[in-house]
């Protein structure tokens, strides 16, 4: 949520300071002139020095992942967040919380404990309470997707019929960037929530309608909140420590009472449907702007086989250096396909383009439309190109028949000694035949791409030795090198 936060408050001219336990995570995330410190709200020194000069504070935190009393853990960091707040002269706390009224799970409870005790002890509170949040990151949502992702029929307990109102998360967004221009001198809880009361069982239905596929659900009544919990670990292991907090407040209705915050900040929610189908576009926006390498690496040594996560996709990163420039590294990947083929196994790419017309999809045979030329938009054999910059980048976006959707990707970058070659294969699964496809083939798929990039440095390396060779001729000099693996 954070993350969303500071570019918004950045374009409304706003200069932001962000605490952060890990700083060096988010460097180069922001613009220059956000600040980003370190600190712990269990660290009341931390967060003092934080707060110094700030007039305006969000206070985004919660313990659920923690592996002890998260209840305890988000008390003593709303205690130290409100003393700290109101020493250092802090005008208003704009917190993010949950909905719910009645006999509410631990989960729900603490938040809003929380949200009581930084208006109980800080300064002005400004609260707005939301159900399921619809974006990547949410980790309700995160749930229903990989449910529906990955079980074609589903045993459901009692929680899948409660009524929710959910929200999409660029409407949160904008409901707390108007928490600042609140014009109010008390502090206020505002309701938020979309037009639409659903259950989760709706949702599910509804995300499984947008990717295409079907979704059997057979409610079951004796699921009790330990067994939904172990069942939700064992499907989505993403969330087994938080499992069972989370399910606790699944039981509970998370609808909106009144219409207070609509008569009070210019903000008109979207539908679920319109929110599930912006979450979807905002996620190939992203794909498309983010180097899959850079966010690949940046999660570490975090691969296995069948290769690494990035959100809903799988993922196959490969590089090497080649002692070349740029134009001579990317002049064998301008001319890939067609006539020339894949540089390696290309019989194979043909097995795959006569397998995909038995099933109706379009084969290899539309080829290139210019042996070396390319442009946005291009047909590449079963591929077709979604991003081209002479020397630097091609990506090609699949259009043979797949359970799913997939991209591949290639980059040169220079280097002292040359230029850096990154191959990334991406796929998108559609429900479990997407990952029964991408784990089956991934052994050949591994080979295919290994030997292709080193195929494709070769042919850069070779092309380098040529155009050398040639200039010596002329009564240049040269040197002889080879391709130097660089990950």
Known sequence: MGGRLVPALETRGYRVRCLARRPEYLAGRFRTRTEVVKGDVLDLESVASALEGVHTAYY?????????????????????FARAARERGV??????????????????????????????????????????????GSLSFEMIRALVNKLPAMITPGWVRTPTQPIAIDDVIAYLVCGVEFEGEESAVFEIGGPDQVSYGGLMHEYARQIGVRRLMVPVPFLTTRLSSL?????????????????????????????????????????????????????DREMAATRWSDAVSSGGKTSGWG?????????????????????????????IGGRQGWYFA?????????????????????????????????????????????????????????PGRAW??????????GSRITQTAVFDPLGLGGLVYWYGLYPIHWLIFRRMLREVA???????????????????????????PGG
Not at 105 to 124: D, F, K, T
Not at 251 to 270: I, K, Y
Not at 307 to 331: C, I, T, Y
Not at 350 to 370: A, E, I, N, P
Request: hydrophobic residues 40%; without cysteine.
């Open 307 to 335: 290769g690494r996560r990035f959100g809903s996709r799988l993922v196959d990163h490969q590089q090497l250096e080649v002692p070349a420039g740029p134009a001579r590294a990317f002049a064998p990947i301008q001319r």
């Open 458 to 484: 070769a042919r850069a390396v070779e092309k380098s030795r040529s155009e050398d060779a040639s200039f010596r001729g002329r009564g240049g000099g040269g040197s002889r090198v080879s391709p130097t």
């Open 231 to 283: 069942w939700l670990g064992l499907v989505t292991p993403l969330y087994a420590r938080v499992g069972k907090k989370l399910i606790g407040s699944l039981r509970n209705e998370t609808v909106v009472h009144g219409s207070t915050a609509l008569r009070t900040f210019p903000v008109r929610p979207l539908t679920v449907g319109q929110a599930i189908t912006r979450a979807l576009q905002a996620e």
């Open 91 to 136: 005008g208003r706390i704009i917190y993010l919380g949950g909905l719910g009224r009645r006999e509410l799970s631990a989960h729900l409870r603490s938040r809003q404990e929380v949200g009581g005790i930084l208006a109980a002890e800080g300064p002005q509170v400004v609260e707005f309470r939301a159900s399921i949040v619809i974006g990547s």
């Open 346 to 402: 290309t019989w194979l790419w043909v097995l795959r383009g006569f397998l995909d017309l038995l099933v109706g999809g379009v084969g290899m045979r539309r080829g290139r439309r210019h042996p070396v030329e390319l442009r946005t938009g291009d047909p590449l054999d079963f591929w077709r190109v979604e991003a081209w910059e002479k020397d630097r980048l091609l990506r090609l976006q699949a259009e043979m028949k797949l």
């Open 60 to 80: 985004l935190v919660h313990s659920m992942g923690a592996a002890g009393d998260f209840e305890k853990q988000d008390r003593a960091g709303a205690e130290n």
């Open 408 to 417: 591949l990707q290639f980059e040169v970058e220079p280097t002292g000694g």
